[in-house]
């Protein structure tokens, strides 16, 4: 929704993370519905902008709008009828880290055999999101002491790779150029990127990323020729923001 949009972000990130309130309560008024749990969410980015009350509406209206076009009420989430803003929400911007958080970027390279001919990854966003979602739940409790993680740069597809389609019933193999951006408050050490790019990989290797929300991808794998690097991305100019 935002990719479009008047917001020039820089960095859209899920930490911190979203938990439930336990002195705060909600009417369970929908037909079936046995519970009503207050949720206290939070989203950050990052712009070279100034957020202004309008740009930040506009944020708000977006996840409004989800909610009530029922767009989290789907086969993920079985037990969840209805999702609504609360009617005592507050929608805030502020500046979240120190100054001395550096920003980085984690870039490297992925294929993705498909049984498309031709593929022309319309899968793309949706294969971002799962990796994005299994490294999130993987370096809770890691020795990477981030401050936000984030799924963009978005990942695009290479022009000028290529790489075999060598599995049953393949048709075709593309190139992923991923990236993923996190902040973090210290030292990003050789030891902490490898773990990063191993817990991407182990996801790969078990299968993790292929499943029935893209029926298409047979095999995910990290690039033979995949580089992993991490280095300061955003100028210093750069507001750190949290959404809640």
Known sequence: KLQNSEIDYSSLGSLPLDIKSDDESCPANESGVKSCSVIKGQLTFTSSSDITDNKIEHVREAITDGME???FVNDRNPEIIKV???EQSYFVSFPNYDITDDEYVLKYDYSVQTSIEDDSAEWISSLEKDIFDYLL???QNSEIDYSSLGSLPLDIKSDDESCPANESGVKS???IKGQLTFTSSSDITDNK???VREAITDGMEDDSFVNDRNPEIIKVDMHEQSY???FP???ITDD?????
């Open 69 to 71: 076009d029922d767009s």
């Open 84 to 86: 609504d803003m609360h």
């Open 137 to 139: 739940e993987k370096l």
């Open 173 to 175: 193999c593309s190139v």
């Open 193 to 195: 990127i490898e773990h």
């Open 228 to 230: 992993f690097v991490s």
């Open 233 to 235: 991305n955003y100028d």
């Open 240 to 244: 750190e923001y949290v959404l809640k």
